[in-house]
């Protein structure tokens, strides 16, 4: 049973008894562990729900571990940790152009894997205090222009990036398509009014991407300008 507020380890595994193994060590140290099979299934999950790290094997059936990797990594900086089979897997995975951050070669000891887990959130965590800074659902690295919404990092152009940081700056604050022009596009000859709707339309897409279901989150104030309401962690 999962314990209330406990991290939520996905594990990608084809080889039941292997999973089985490292599900029962995961959730024996007070983590919510869940299960899949395919390589496929990895990024749906992250995508609709709390995971705060994914053990990911390397050989899985459908599509590789590396690939799975490669895919989460444009759109979340989740910790992965691989498990790796094979000389040739490992050769790769050291080689880190994967943005894997750690790895276990089977056969491995369940509580190895754990501990790796555990240093891994708690660099996470340390990482994350010094850089983020947090506005209801939203937070902000201002030096690494990013922006992570209910927990998920944002995939956003430079100008998307450029609205939201600039209507975070005063959460609830209209500002006017002319004021967003000012700020943003402070190197654009020629744009349109249209230009900052058309970047809010696929702002707010992203949004919904990662779960803004009542698409309010950025507000249009007709003949105003536009206001973003950060809500509540
Ligand atoms: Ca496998």
């Excluded at 555990?118 to 983020?132: C, F, G, I, M």
Aim: glycine share 8%.
């Amino acid at each position: 049973m999962a314990v209330p507020h406990a991290q939520t380890i996905l594990v990608a595994e084809d080889e039941t008894a292997i999973a089985d193994t490292v599900l029962y060590a995961l959730r024996s140290e007070g983590f919510a562990a869940e299960h899949v099979l395919l390589g496929g299934d990895v990024v749906p999950r992250v995508r609709t729900g709390k995971v705060d790290l994914v053990v990911l094997d390397v050989g899985l059936p459908d599509i590789t571990g590396f690939d799975v990797c490669r895919q989460l990594r444009t759109f979340s900086d989740l910790p992965v940790i691989f498990l790796t089979a094979r000389d040739g897997e490992i050769d790769r995975v050291v080689g880190l152009e994967l943005g894997a951050d750690d790895y276990v070669v089977k056969p491995f000891s369940p509580r190895e894997l754990v501990a790796r887990v555990r240093a891994r959130l708690r660099r996470r965590v340390q990482a994350s205090n010094a850089d983020w800074q947090a506005l209801g659902r939203f937070e902000i690295d201002r030096e690494g222009r990013r922006i992570r919404f209910s927990g998920q990092a944002l995939d956003l152009t430079r100008y998307e990036y450029g609205l939201l940081e600039v209507l975070l700056q005063r959460p609830g604050a209209v500002l006017s398509r002319a004021q967003l022009m000012d700020r943003v596009w402070t190197d654009a000859l020629d744009s349109g009014d249209r230009t900052v709707d058309t970047h809010i339309k696929t702002l707010r897409a992203k949004l919904r991407e990662v779960g803004d279901s009542v698409d309010d989150t950025i507000r249009t104030h007709r003949g105003l300008g536009y206001s973003v309401d950060v809500g509540v962690a």
